[in-house]
């Protein structure tokens, strides 16, 4: 009998270990983050699996969690990725001293992450100490450092990642504030490294850097695929671009002696280009190779309309373009016409920032038609318009079926929009785009009324990310939106109506949220009474009272600009924190002295 009883408890407990060896197997091919978080709510062995597995974590505001959870959660991590400061602060909204710095991180780092292979800060306010207690405890199996539109170092911090990481595959800099103090930091990595990869100071001050350094670093490290850098010469790249046999992706560089220019010659596999300052007489320097470009970015290339539709046409395999909204109608119908496999399009403002304001370069719902019906794999949509109609939207929901980002930013450059407001155009788009995951829509009074924004919460069920500016006309407005939106996790708007009340209400409808960011919104007699109504656990409520700052304008003029009161709410498990500068007010009921 007792025999008995002993085969059956091992029959019952057989399933319970297989499952666990199963899922052992099965755990290290799950990447996803949400089938992760729902994998790990299943049972308390499943969530240790998922724990002793997962070898990449995304933290998308730093004090959504602290240094020590993080540990003692995902001990076994081989690469985290850390944002900072709000996506606001890339538009100097931002207050400096708001917070973000890595210190804390890295220590712990330092200290306990032995598997860390990757650092990707983001945003973030980066000391050269971090950077020297990052390179001295983790430099020699350290293969990724990115530090990303991060402030607060120097090549004196990048010294020591020169001379430490030495099987650094990547190091990204790009848009980062550093100062420079020489370029020995490069020439570290030229005699140290056999294995980098990808090297990007793209968009930064660092000038001091040897092309002869560049080309000992092409040289040495056979696999470097990208490089993007700050202003050079090109013609001091000759030797460089020889060294760099499988360089697959070049930007930066500048262009002093134009006649000599055709001396240049890019190497074979050149398939991503983004050249500084290129105007009409340097374009012939990319014929040559312009059949085989995927990628293209004209962001500061000095071209007009018709250079663009000259370059564009020669392109027939480009999947990426940036570039300015000088590119015009025009150049979004060559486009149209020419690049049939374009996935990513991202037009900026700035056309009149280089003289080049002409009729040509504007884009209105003439081109965004054309760029629907003929470029049906896009993905990604950034742009800026002059124009829009309802219309050109039903066109974008009715062609762009594989789009999943979707921007538009109205100008004020036209005095009157004839077809406002966009309510049904915008309701078109939405339910026509039904992979789309992110949204922004920045328009102005009277672009969108309550049934829009009804509209737009009605009609995105699987949208995660949102920015909404100068759009609805009352509180009806936003609380009609908020029972909408099912998976939003991430909201910012900027120039609304909306009360604190309506927001306070809206937050608490929207159950997926996990981020709020509003800029310009109807304070309450005493400011952030009323957001109290949507105080619950692990939610943090920080104000960043309305302000002025100075800046310098086109002509190098300083120049006052209002900043309105700012409103800050997100998801921590880890409190409030405790690094407020004094640009930010906590908003506690304990804190702030307020009754509910």
């Known amino acids: 009998m007792e025999e008995n009883d002993n085969k059956l408890n091992k029959t019952m407990t057989l399933p319970t270990v297989m499952s666990d060896v199963v899922l052992g197997c099965v755990m290290p091919y799950i990447h996803d983050p949400k089938d992760r978080y729902a994998v790990s709510l299943v049972c308390r062995r499943w969530c240790e699996l998922d724990s002793l597995t997962r070898k990449h974590i995304t933290i998308a505001l730093c004090y959504t969690t602290s240094p020590d959870r993080l540990r003692r959660r995902f001990q076994h991590l081989e690469s985290l990725k850390l944002k900072g400061k709000p996506r606001a602060a890339m538009f100097n909204l931002i207050p400096e001293d708001w917070g973000g710095y890595v210190t804390p991180w890295v220590n712990e780092i330092a200290e306990n992450f032995n598997c860390l292979k990757s650092v990707h800060f983001r945003r973030m306010i980066v000391n050269d100490s971090d950077l020297e207690a990052l390179a001295r405890s983790r430099g ?47 020439h570290e990595i030229a005699i140290n490294n056999s294995v980098l990869e990808t090297l990007n100071f793209y968009m930064t001050d660092l000038v001091k850097v040897s092309f002869e350094d560049l080309e000992l670093i092409a040289r040495n490290c056979r696999n470097l695929a990208s490089v993007k850098i700050s202003d050079c010469e090109i013609l001091e790249l000759v030797g460089f671009f020889r060294a760099a046999a499988v360089l697959e992706e070049f930007c930066g560089g500048s262009f002093g002696e134009p006649d000599k220019d055709t001396a240049v010659t890019f190497p074979p596999r050149l398939c991503r280009l983004g050249l500084t300052y290129m105007g009409k007489n340097e374009m012939p320097i990319v014929f040559p190779f312009a059949s085989l470009l995927k990628k293209l970015d004209l962001l500061y290339a000095l071209l007009d309309t018709e250079d663009h539709c000259f370059l564009i046409q020669r392109c027939p395999n480009l999947e990426v373009l940036e570039t300015r909204n000088v590119i015009g109608d025009r150049g979004l119908e060559v486009l149209a016409q020419s690049c049939k496999r374009l996935k990513r399009l991202r037009i900026e403002r700035g056309a009149d920032e280089h003289g080049m304001d002409d009729e ?29 109609t309802n219309a050109s939207l039903v066109y974008i929901g009715a062609y762009s079926k594989n789009l999943c980002d979707f921007r538009l930013v109205l100008l004020d450059r036209e ?45 995105s069920p699987k949208v995660r990310w949102m920015l909404l500016g100068c759009v609805g006309e009352s509180d009806a407005g936003i609380l009609e939106f908020s029972k909408g939106c099912p998976s939003l996790q991430k909201l910012e708007m900027r120039g609304c109506c909306f009360s604190e009340r309506a927001l306070a209400v809206s937050v608490m409808q929207l159950t997926s949220l996990r981020y709020l960011w509003v800029q310009g919104y109807r304070a309450s007699s005493q400011p952030g009474r009323d957001l109290l109504a949507m105080v619950h656990p692990f939610w943090n409520i920080e104000l960043i009272p309305a302000r002025r700052i100075v800046m310098t304008d086109k002509v190098e003029e300083a120049v006052v600009v209002e900043h309105p009161a700012h409103i800050l709410a997100y998801y921590s498990l880890a409190g409030p924190r405790t690094d407020f500068p004094d640009t930010v007010i906590p908003l506690d009921p304990l804190v702030a002295g307020l009754e509910l």
């Open 140 to 186: 020699k199996v350290l293969q990724v450092l990115k530090l990303d539109k991060c402030s607060g170092f120097s090549t004196d911090g990048l010294l020591h990642v020169g001379r430490l990481c030495r099987q650094l595959r990547t190091l990204f800099l790009e848009e980062s504030s550093i100062v420079e103090k020489d370029g020995q930091w490069l």
């Open 415 to 459: 005095e009157r929009i004839t077809d406002l407001p966009l309510d049904n155009g915008v309701r078109a788009l939405l339910s026509g785009c039904e992979k789309l995951r992110r949204f922004a829509l920045y328009l102005r009074p009277g672009g969108l009324t309550d049934v829009g924004l009804r509209y737009i919460g009605q009609y």
């Open 360 to 388: 040509e370069g504007v884009v209105s719902p003439i081109g965004l038609v054309a760029l629907a019906q003929g470029c049906l794999e896009l993905e990604y949509l950034a742009v800026y318009v002059s124009d829009i």
